[in-house]
């Protein structure tokens, strides 16, 4: 089947820590997103990127960072710079100008 | 510049009345809408989508949605809803970016439904 898989479900994170978010898709899709989503707030877009080896940032970029080097994977690092990682992060791609897929999300904790 | 307002934060209704969640957006430029729903602690799964043609677009689960391009809306309704519908419904806009070459979408803040028995 395919689809977009996020690792892991949870993740708690400790003060001045580095942590990375994973994100695979095997749709065979160009385009992968990262938003950040708040309760009321809706999905706020990170980070995306439409082709390998290159990605732009989206509105709320500050403290993140990513990399694609692969097709299929677009990490997510959520440096310690960002002072409130406490958020649940979605992962999504297209194939174009249409439907986003998601994945199924990771929660950030903060300890 | 882009926005998506969804007019109403949470949206009680009771099992098998009709529901009307609404969606309103700016844009200077052709758009593709989009309406998605989110089950608890999940991601995104798209409702329905209207690229071009017919203005009324039928999607899953009995959900429908009429695009009013005159009054730039894009209200999402269903005739009669069942408790397993709550969740909540994100609207969003999808247009050309002149900056990137490629697409950027903007979602709005999110409408609540619950469905009580």
């Known amino acids: 089947d395919g689809g977009i898989t996020q690792s892991p479900k949870y993740l708690f994170r400790k003060e001045g820590q580095n942590v990375t978010l994973s994100c695979e898709q095997n749709?065979?899709?160009?385009?992968m997103y990262w938003y950040r989503q708040d309760p009321g707030q809706g999905l706020r877009l990170i980070y995306y990127?439409?082709?390998?080896?290159?990605?732009q940032k989206g509105d709320i970029a500050e403290g993140y960072s990513v990399s694609r080097e692969k097709k299929e994977s677009f990490p997510l690092t959520v440096t310690s710079a960002q002072k409130n990682p406490t958020a649940f992060y979605l992962c999504?791609?297209?194939?174009?100008?249409?439907?986003?897929?998601f994945g199924p999300g990771t929660r950030l904790l903060v300890l | 510049a882009q926005s998506v307002t969804q007019l109403d934060s949470q949206v009680p209704v009771f099992e098998e009345a009709p529901v009307e969640l609404r969606c309103n957006y700016s844009?200077?430029?052709?758009?593709?809408l989009f309406w998605y729903v989110q089950y608890p602690n999940q991601g995104l799964q798209l409702l329905l989508k209207?690229?071009?043609?017919?203005?009324l677009v039928k999607g899953i689960n009995g959900f429908e949605a009429e695009f009013n391009k005159s009054q730039t809306s894009f209200h999402l309704r269903k005739p009669s809803v069942h408790i397993s519908d709550t969740a909540e419904y994100f609207c969003?806009?999808?247009?050309?970016?002149?900056?990137?070459?490629?697409?950027?979408?903007?979602f709005g803040a999110g409408t609540r439904l619950f469905v009580k028995a």
């Open positions: 209207y690229l071009s043609g017919s203005t």
């Open positions: 749709l065979n899709h160009d385009a």
């Open positions: 990127s439409q082709i390998v080896n290159d990605f």
């Open positions: 999504a791609s297209t194939g174009g100008p249409e439907t986003q897929y």
């Open positions: 969003a806009v999808s247009e050309a970016s002149s900056s990137t070459g490629g697409f950027k979408t903007i």
């Open positions: 844009s200077s430029v052709s758009v593709y």
